[in-house]
C-alpha cells in the first residue's frame, strides 16, 4: 500500500510590485485549491511609498491555509536609482530568516517544502539552503524570455560576450527559445545597460541555481520555447495563465462604472483600449501624438493616461499618478476632449481586466507586459504593440515577429528612467496600428481567439498547465 503524503508547508516571497504580487497571489490560490496538502506562508516586502498591496493580500484572508506576513520595512535612500530596489530585498534576508525559524520550530506547522521565490528575489535561495529546503522560482514573464535571459548569461559568463555592447548595434543573435533571431532592440534594459550588468548577473545565476522554474505562461502558446528546454538540465513548469480575471484587487470606483456602462454602449468590438499598465507614462509631446491619431483615425477609443513621477524622484519606484482634469486638459491639444465627446474617453488609472473582458472592446494599444499580454490573449483581444520598459521589447517582438498574434506600432520603443524615450513616434503611425488591430475579419484576430480558447482550458483536467501543475505538486508534496 503506497504511503499517504504529508502536508507541505511553502514559503512565498514575491518581488515588490503590483505587477509580480498579484499575480503571486493568484498562483498561490490556485496551488490551495488544487491540493488540500499545500500549505502557503507569504512574505509581504513593502516599499516605503507601496500604497497598493493591501487589497490584493486580503484576498488571501478566506484561504485557511494561507498566511500573510508583512515583513518590516527596509530603508531604501532616496535618491537612489533601479539597482538598489535588489540591495532592498537583500537587506530582507534576516527578517525571512527569522520568520521562517519560527514557523519550523512551531508543532502546528507542516514541515517546510520548499521556498518558492520572485524571480528579481532568486538572493533568498541562501536563506532556503539554511534550512535545507529546495526553491522554486516564480517567474512572471514568459518561458521565450526565460530562454533569452538564461541563454545571455551564459554568453557572458562562459564566452566572456559583453551583452551591454549591443545597445548601440544591429545584431541579431540565434536563441534556442526563439524560432527567429532576436535583434538587440528587443532586448530588455537590463542586459543593455552596463549599470545594470551586475544585477543581471546576479539574476542569471540565482535562476541557475533554483530547483525548478515556475513560469506563468502555457505550453498551447509558447511551445517551441517549451520545447527548447528538453534536456537542458532546468526543469520548469509552465502552469499559467495565472491571472485575476474578476479583477477583485482592483478597486473599481464611481467614474469606472460609468466608464464600463459607457462601453455597455458601444458596438461589438468598436473600441480601442490604451493603457501603458501600472508604472507606464508618456511625454507630453508622444501624448500629443496620440490625440491626433485617435481624432483623426475616427475610432471609438478608452485612453488611460499616467502622469509622469516627479522630475528627480526615485523615478524607477514611484508609480506614475492621474492627472488632475485641468493639468490633462493642458497636456492634450486644445478642444481634443470637446471634439472627441461622442466617440471617446479619457481616464487615469484604468481597471483593465473588466475593459478588455468587455464585449465592446475590440482592440489594445498596450505596453505589452506580461500580464497585460496573457489578459489580452485570455479575454481575446488583439495587442498593437507599443513597449517601454523591461522586458516589454522582448515581449512585443515575440508577439509580432514570433506568433504572429500582434500588430506592430513599435517593437524597439523605449523609454529611460533619467533621459525619457528614445524617439517619438508619429501620429500616422499610430492611427495605422489603430486601424490595422480594430480590422473585424483580420488574421490576428482569428488567432488570438483561438489561443483564447485554449488558454482558458490548458488549467482544466487534460490540458497542458494542468499536467505541469500535477507534475510540480508532486514535486513539493516530495519533498517532506
Keep these: 500500500m503506497p504511503m499517504m503524503k504529508k502536508d507541505a508547508q511553502l514559503v512565498f516571497v ?19 485549491n488544487r491540493d488540500d496538502r499545500i500549505w502557503v506562508t507569504v512574505l509581504v516586502m513593502k516599499l516605503p511609498f507601496d500604497t497598493t498591496t493591501g487589497p490584493y493580500t486580503e484576498t488571501l484572508a478566506s484561504y485557511e491555509r494561507v498566511k500573510v506576513i508583512n515583513l518590516p520595512e527596509c530603508h531604501v535612500p532616496t535618491n537612489s536609482d533601479g539597482p538598489s530596489k535588489h540591495t ?26 520548499a521556498f518558492v521565490v520572485d524571480m528579481f528575489c532568486t538572493t533568498m535561495i541562501d536563506v532556503a539552503k539554511e534550512f535545507g529546503v529546495p526553491t522554486l522560482v516564480f517567474f512572471t514573464s514568459g518561458i521565450a524570455f526565460l530562454g533569452l535571459m538564461l541563454h545571455l548569461h551564459t554568453l557572458r559568463e562562459r564566452d566572456n560576450v559583453d551583452i551591454s555592447e549591443l545597445e548601440e548595434s544591429d545584431t541579431e ?3 534556442p527559445s526563439f524560432v527567429n533571431p ?70 473599481v470606483t464611481e467614474s469606472h462604472s460609468e466608464i464600463l456602462k459607457w462601453l455597455d454602449d458601444q458596438p461589438h468590438a468598436s473600441v480601442i483600449f490604451l ?42 519606484m514611484v508609480s506614475p499618478s492621474d492627472y488632475s482634469p485641468s493639468d490633462l486638459a493642458a497636456v492634450l491639444p486644445e478642444g481634443f476632449l470637446d471634439r472627441t465627446a461622442g466617440i471617446g474617453r479619457v481616464l487615469g488609472w484604468a481597471p483593465q481586466a ?16 506580461w500580464n497585460s499580454t496573457l489578459e ?30 500582434a500588430v506592430e506600432i513599435a517593437v524597439d520603443y523605449r523609454v ?49 498547465s494542468s499536467s505541469h501543475l500535477e507534475r510540480l505538486i508532486d514535486y513539493i508534496t516530495s519533498q517532506v
Design 376 to 405: 489580452s490573449i485570455y479575454f481575446g483581444v488583439p495587442i498593437a504593440t507599443w513597449p517601454l520598459h523591461a522586458e516589454q521589447q522582448t515581449n512585443a517582438f515575440e508577439l509580432v515577429r514570433e506568433l504572429k498574434m
Design 416 to 464: 529611460d528612467f533619467r533621459t525619457g524615450s528614445n524617439y517619438v513616434l508619429s501620429g500616422e503611425k499610430i492611427e495605422r496600428g489603430i486601424r490595422s488591430v480594430l480590422e473585424k475579419d483580420g488574421e490576428i484576430r482569428k488567432k488570438v481567439k483561438e489561443m483564447s480558447e485554449k488558454s482558458k482550458k490548458t488549467l482544466s483536467e487534460g490540458g497542458c
Design 14 to 32: 514575491p518581488s515588490p510590485g503590483v505587477g509580480h504580487l498579484v499575480s503571486t497571489i493568484e498562483f498561490v490560490k490556485l496551488l490551495v
Design 173 to 175: 543573435l540565434a536563441i
Design 182 to 251: 532576436v535583434p538587440s532592440k528587443a532586448m530588455p534594459s537590463l542586459v543593455l545597460q552596463k549599470e545594470w550588468e551586475t544585477v543581471f548577473l546576479r539574476f542569471g545565476k540565482g535562476l541557475k541555481e533554483a530547483s525548478g522554474i515556475i513560469v506563468n505562461s502555457f505550453e498551447e502558446l509558447e511551445s517551441h520555447a517549451v520545447h527548447s528546454f528538453s534536456g537542458s538540465g532546468v526543469p520548469i513548469y509552465p502552469v499559467g495563465p495565472i491571472l485575476n480575471p474578476k479583477a477583485k484587487g482592483d478597486q
Design 275 to 316: 493603457c501603458f499598465g501600472s508604472m507606464g507614462y508618456l511625454d507630453d509631446d508622444q501624448i500629443r501624438e496620440i490625440a491626433r491619431a485617435l481624432e483623426s483615425s475616427g475610432a471609438r477609443f478608452l485612453w488611460s493616461i499616467r502622469k509622469p513621477p516627479p522630475k528627480g524622484s526615485t523615478s524607477r
Design 88 to 113: 532592498f530585498i537583500d537587506d530582507q534576508k534576516p527578517n525571512v530568516k527569522e520568520v521562517v525559524s519560527n514557523l519550523t520550530r512551531s508543532d502546528s506547522e507542516p514541515q517546510l517544502a
Design 354 to 369: 473588466q475593459v478588455l473582458a468587455h464585449p465592446a472592446t475590440g482592440g489594445f494599444v498596450s505596453h505589452c507586459g
